[in-house]
Every structure is written in C-alpha cells, then in structure tokens.
C-alpha cells in the first residue's frame, strides 16, 4: 500500500485588503472589538470582474504544481471543498477541471462541502484513492467567496467581519517511503447542531414557490447563522479530541508535533489549543491576523505559507485540524 504525500502548496488571496476600518464605516463595529474578540485585523474580498471561486482554485493549483515540478497533466483526481460553489450545480470542481486543461483527459471531480472542515475531508478522501492505489496523483483545494454572501449591516456584525475570500492547493502523490507523507487522518460529525451555523434558505425541501420568495431576500435566513458562543464551546473540546486522536493512532505526544496547522476561525481559539496542548509560538501557524476566515480554504493557504517560510522542513510532524458547521471536524497527521 502506497501513502500520499503533499509534494506541492500554493494559494491565491485577492488583491483587495479589507480592514477593520474599513468595516467600521459599514456597521457598528470597531477595530479594537475585532481584533480582541477575534484576531483578525484584514482580509481580502474578491473582484467579481476577475475571481471566482474556481479561478482562484486553479491559481492556487498552478502554484502548487509548479513548486511540485509536476505538470497538470498527471492529476488523475480534483477533490474540491468549497461551500461558495461559482454554481448551485455543478460543483466547481468540474470548473476548474476545464481550467485546467483536464476536460480533455475526463479525470473525475469530486465536490466537497463540509465548510471549515472541508480542506481536511477532501484531504482524506484523496489520502484513500492514493491509498488503494486508484490514482497516483490528486489536486486538492480549497477556495471560498464570502464576501458576496455577507450582509454589511448591524444584525450581521457578528459573522460578516469574520469571514474572508481566498483559496489553497496542494498536490498529493503516491510514495514508496515507509512512514512518510500523511500518517493518519480523521474525520466526525455531530448533526445535532446542523441549525447553530449553517444558511437556511433558500432551501430545497419545502413547496415550490416558498423555495425563495421577496421576503427572504429582505431577512436573514439567506445568511449565515451562527450561534457564535455554542460553535466555540464545542470548537476547543473537539479541536483538542481530534488532534490527541491523531497523534495516540500513531504513538505520538504533543511533544512531537513539529507545527500545528489549526483551521483560521478565531484567534482565541487558536490560543486556548495552543495553550492546551503546551506549544510555543513557533510552533502553531497563524495567519487569521491577514485574511479572517476564509473557510475550507484556510488550511491550504496556510500550509503554502507556512512553506514560504520555511517552516515546513523534511521529516516534521505536521499536525493539521479543523473543526466547523455540521457540526464536523477533523484532522491530519502529517511527517512531511
Ligand atoms: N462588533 C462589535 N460588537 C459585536 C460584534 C461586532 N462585529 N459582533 C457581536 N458584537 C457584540 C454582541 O452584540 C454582544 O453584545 P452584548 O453583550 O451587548 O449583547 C457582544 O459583542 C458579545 O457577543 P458574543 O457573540 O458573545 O461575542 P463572542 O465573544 O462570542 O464573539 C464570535 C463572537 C467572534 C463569533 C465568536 O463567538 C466565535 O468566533 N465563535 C466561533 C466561530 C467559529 O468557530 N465558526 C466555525 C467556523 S465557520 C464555518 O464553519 C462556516
């Protein structure tokens, strides 16, 4: 059996800085509010005349296949984790298939949308096809626009100065090398608590022409809503469960990790996993400051960075987690 291995990273972030000042002309917020309760102190927000969610995938993508030194004619497999598809169907996978140039080849798309956790299921599902042996080479992305979906107003201050648009890759390939490239990944969800972030409408499952009337459009049940305490709460329990599960599957302690890779939704929250697993600051990777929460694609764009600057070497242990609506959450255990 062959393990996967993430031989190339890259990212795409809009050109457009959004601060918190910039915010604050829109809504009853402040700086001083965003930065305490969150750690965000920018982001970026997408040109609808030039991004969207799949052409910042493919950049990303192309970033990452170049540093691979692969060409884009290997990827046999797209795995794609987005909940800002371009389309409702299909899935933005196929988008960036076609960018790509792979149309031409047929290799299948896969389309995941399990929000912050998203980067890590795909990730996994990716790490299973290498695994069998199906496929030997396989983007995985992760790209989000927010900002669109957002409403810059008073009774959506709480989510809309959180989230940020963006998008990261990496290239996945089989290996021979004993014990290298991702060890273990895992995955869980709780639907219990699908209703306390998630967007209601419009919905499919109700008649036909409530689907999406005039009166949705002036409420909030087209945004997201978030029950922003409980999603905490339940975010520092399962980040930390998730992380000791990666590392006892492979007879690790949190001595070993090298740099922990968290999902970017609140600084705080970074924090308190940071503190409780005992981790000096070189050793969590933290890039919410710059560009909030850009969902499934905060991971990815934090690994490239992390490359970037070096703190990615041979042989570290790379321990990535996430956790989000669904509930769901996840993690990988990477020796890089
Ligand atoms: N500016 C100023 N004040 C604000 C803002 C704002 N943008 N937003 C909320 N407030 C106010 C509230 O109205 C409230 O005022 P009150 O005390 O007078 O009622 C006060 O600040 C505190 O509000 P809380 O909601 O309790 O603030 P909290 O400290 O919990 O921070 C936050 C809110 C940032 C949303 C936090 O709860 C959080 O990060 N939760 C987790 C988010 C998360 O992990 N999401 C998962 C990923 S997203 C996904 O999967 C799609």
Redesign the pocket.
Known sequence: MKNSRIVGVGHYVPERVVTNQDLEKL????NE??IE??GIRERRFFDYKKDTCSNMATRATKMALERAGVDAMEIDLIVFAT?TPDYLFPGSGVLMQRELGLDKKTIPAIDIRN??SGFIYALSIADQFIKTGMYKTVAVVGSEIQSSAMEFSDRQ???S??FGDGAGAVILQATGEEGKGILSTHMHADGTFAEE?YVKDPGSSRKNEERLTPEMLKGESIR?H?N??L??KH?IVRFIEVIMEALNTNGKTKDDIDLLIP?Q??L??SNFVQQKLGLSDDRIYNNIQRYG?T?AATIPIALSEAWEEGKLKENDLVCLAA???GFTWASALINW
Request: aromatic letters at 8%; proline letters at 0%.
């Open positions: 809504m009853d917020t402040s509010w965003i309760r969150t909940i929000a912050c201050r709480h989510v100065v959180i972030l997201a978030m922003g305490n999603v905490f975010a999902h939704a609140n705080r929250i929460n969902t956790f989000g609506s």
